[in-house]
């Protein structure tokens, strides 16, 4: 706590202030338009963030970051179509709670329950980032291979349902990050001899046209909703919003699970969402009222997606490993204001941090007013036409990739990682690996080169010192147990295997 007050001087700038409005409100604006993505929405605001300070820019991402995981409550409660993708399981209990004539305290149980996880993310985030940065101050080159492993491990994971696009999509991403200058020898690999490719392939543009543009193509090519509007009273704002903490068994749970969640790369919302509500139903007395408006499994899901929010930047800030794209954006802030996330960060910039803290409580609070007041009309922009909001996403990411440098060539990639993109989701190929193949591959590379290059060319480098070795063992292991009960899987599912 004492971070989070010290850090309150550090955010009242009005830079910082408009940031955290602004970021707050896009966010909750992309999460109740169906169609729309987190992800899209930080990849449009990236290019402007990096022309703030660096507290202000993150802030901006991190506030359309939070707020529309509220916000996707929203459509997924009203008319069963999740605002993102990580609100799916709201809609089991939610919408049926609205076919009750219950949606004001559905919505009044999802903000409530999304406050709470959100706040104690934060939380643990300022008590657990500096005890694991102190942890990575004795990390060298070894370690820093084994976490790139156990990183990459965890995303392809993370994608179970789609192994093998996630394999191939992650490989793309590593080959891209070795186009550019090669920095142990000093060498050019795959530029061509063009020099717009010496520095590699721009982040930026590669994550806006992977997941700005292609999500614009999908939108003009979706049809008008049709059905009636969508209207609700929200007049009694504060009725309901102590209902959550009538199940303090549900809530404490699912809190907890998704603070740990967001600490495994790759698995993060979704993973949290999906394990919370399985465990909330298999252990109520009532199952049987899941799926039909149980406020159980409302909050279930809801207070599991919110906090991960915030511990998501546990292995950024300490270890500077992002465990998905969307923290792969925050890192490209870090990087563009010179600031390195790691041990080093909390020494070299502790009123950074502090101020971090401090925006990332503010923005909680700042979203939870916001959808108190302002949910009457957030709820009209599920009625917007879809391909009116690709048409201005699309102008979005051509201007945001082009004003980044004011370069035509990042424009051009942008465009060519957009049509990469829609193929991907045309093939249900998973987007995020190849962002994170794109941020971590480099990383691995000079790390293990800098291992070599120490221990002469020794590979038992990294079994001879303890931490390494754990977690390369813990990335195997978890490979191992998931090929076996694939294998399984498949031999119970096969028409001559044994029958389950």
């Keep these: 706590m004492d971070s989070i007050l010290a850090g309150i001087e550090h955010i009242t700038t009005y830079q910082v202030l408009l940031a955290l409005l602004l970021g707050a409100v896009c966010g909750i604006t992309v999460g109740a338009i169906p169609g729309l993505e987190p992800a899209g929405a930080m990849a449009i605001l990236l290019p402007f963030s990096l022309q703030l300070e660096p507290l202000a820019g993150i802030t901006l991402l991190l506030g359309a ?155 003009l090519t979706t049809p008008t909703r049709t059905g009636p509007a969508v209207k609700i009273e929200y007049t009694n704002r504060f009725r309901g919003l102590l209902e959550a903490l009538r199940y303090p068994k549900v809530l404490g749970r699912s809190v907890g699970l998704g603070l740990t969640m967001g600490l495994l790369p790759g698995v993060g919302e979704f993973g949290a969402q999906f ?55 925050v890192l490209t802030v870090f990087m563009i204001h010179n600031i390195v996330p790691g041990p080093r960060l909390f020494v070299d910039h502790p009123d950074f941090v502090s101020g971090l803290y401090a925006s990332l409580f503010l923005v909680n609070i700042l979203i939870l007013v916001i959808l108190l007041f302002a949910t009457k009309y957030i709820t009209r922009l599920a009625n917007i036409n879809p391909r009116f909001i690709g048409a201005c996403v699309m102008i ?11 370069r035509i060539s990042d424009a051009l990639i942008m465009v060519v990682f957009a049509i990469i993109g829609r193929i991907m989701i045309r093939n249900d190929i998973p987007a995020f690996p190849m962002v994170i193949g794109l941020v971590l591959g480099p990383l691995f590379e000079w790390r293990f080169a800098q291992s070599m290059s120490l221990s002469n060319g020794n590979l038992l480098v990294f079994f001879e010192r303890p931490i390494s070795a754990t977690l390369i063992g813990l990335a195997v292991t978890a490979l191992i147990v998931f090929a076996i009960t694939s294998f399984r899987k498949r031999r119970q599912e096969s028409p001559t295997g044994p029958q389950p």
């Design 65 to 219: 970051y939070g707020g529309a995981w509220y916000g996707g409550a929203i459509p997924a409660i009203l008319i069963k179509v999740p605002g993102t993708p990580v609100n799916v399981l709201t809609t089991y209990d939610g919408y049926p709670m609205t076919r009750r004539g219950e949606a004001h305290r559905a919505l009044s149980l999802a903000y409530s329950s999304s406050f709470i996880g959100g706040i104690c993310s934060v939380l643990a985030l300022v008590f657990l980032a500096p005890y694991l940065a102190r942890i990575a101050a004795n990390f060298g080159a070894p370690e820093y291979v084994a976490i790139a492993i156990l990183a990459i491990s965890s995303v392809i994971l993370a994608h179970y349902n789609q192994i093998g696009g996630a394999i191939m999509s992650l490989g793309m991403g590593m080959f891209l990050g070795t186009v550019g200058m090669e920095s142990v020898f000093n060498t050019q690999r795959y530029t061509f001899n063009e020099s717009w490719l010496l520095g590699g392939v721009p982040l930026v543009p590669a994550v806006i046209g992977l997941f700005a543009m292609s999500q614009g193509f999908v939108l």
């Design 275 to 329: 394990l919370s509500y399985s465990i909330t139903k298999r252990l109520s007395k009532t199952p049987e009222r899941f799926g039909k408006g149980a406020p159980e499994g409302l909050i279930a899901s809801e207070s599991s997606i919110s906090a991960c929010t915030s511990t998501v930047l546990i292995p950024l800030l300490s270890l500077g490993m992002p465990t998905d794209p969307l923290m792969a954006m």
């Design 396 to 406: 979005l990411a051509l201007i945001g990739s082009y004003t980044q440098n004011y």
